[in-house]
């Protein structure tokens, strides 16, 4: 059965702290890692990682898979209280893309 | 920046009655979702839709449902008979793919909470 792991399941921190939240995965035919923020609703898309060892940046946000040992890790440096949601991990497979999510972070982050 | 949106944004029906959930995709997106989330558990496919028919779909997605793109722009989920079991978060969402050359960034819409009684 196809699976994506999220590892911690929750994770309390302070201000500026800088966090490394997990994926790891079991997918037949992967396409790509898609990494969202999930705050009251919807998922917010943040990265989508397709080749090993590329490092993707958005501001204070990275991310980077390994497509050899099936993991991916999104890192969070001097987080902020803005920063506290569920983080999923989503892995795209198969022909038509659809997506199968992990249980999700949640972070928080202390004032 | 164009966005994903749905309504209602919540939905409360009995046992037994039909909903229609709606979703009005990123218009020059070409492939369509929907996800759904009961509380308190991950988030799950239901199906994809492209060109007009279904591409793909679950385990969940049983005869009780249904999705059609009755317009140009419009996308709606259907459940002919609602069971306490429906009661979820369900998450409408559009990208790209189709497209030569295109990544299959999916798009959320901020979903519609259905409650079953």
């Known amino acids: 059965e196809d699976k994506v792991v999220q590892s911690p399941l929750s994770l309390v921190v302070h201000e500026g702290d800088t966090v490394t939240l997990n994926c790891s995965y079991e997918?037949?035919?992967?396409?790509?890692l898609l990494w969202y923020k999930q705050e009251k609703k919807a998922p917010t898309f943040l990265f989508m990682l397709t080749s090993s060892g590329i490092e993707k940046k958005s501001g204070r946000l990275s991310s980077i898979l390994d497509k050899k040992e099936l993991f991916s890790i999104l890192n969070i440096t001097a987080t902020q209280t803005g920063d506290s949601a569920v983080y999923l991990c989503?892995?795209?497979?198969?022909?038509?893309?659809?997506?199968?999510f992990g249980k999700g972070t949640k972070l928080s982050v202390k004032p | 920046e164009p966005e994903v949106t749905q309504t209602p944004s919540h939905q409360v029906t009995q046992m037994g009655q039909e909903v229609i959930l709606r979703c009005v995709p990123i218009?020059?997106?070409?492939?369509f979702y929907w996800y759904r989330q009961i509380l308190g558990q991950k988030v799950e496919f239901l199906v994809s839709?492209?060109?007009?028919?279904?591409?793909?779909k679950s385990e969940i997605f049983d005869d009780q449902f249904s999705v059609e793109r009755p317009d140009g722009s419009n996308f709606t989920l259907k459940i002919r008979s609602t069971k306490l079991e429906d009661s979820a978060m369900y998450f409408c969402a559009s990208s790209e793919f189709g497209r030569p050359g295109s990544y299959n960034e999916q798009f959320f819409g901020p979903g519609t909470r259905l409650t079953v009684l």
């Open positions: 839709f492209y060109n007009n028919e279904i591409s793909e």
């Open positions: 218009s020059n997106h070409l492939y």
């Open positions: 997918v037949t035919n992967f396409r790509s």
């Open positions: 989503a892995v795209e497979w198969g022909s038509q893309g659809n997506l199968i």
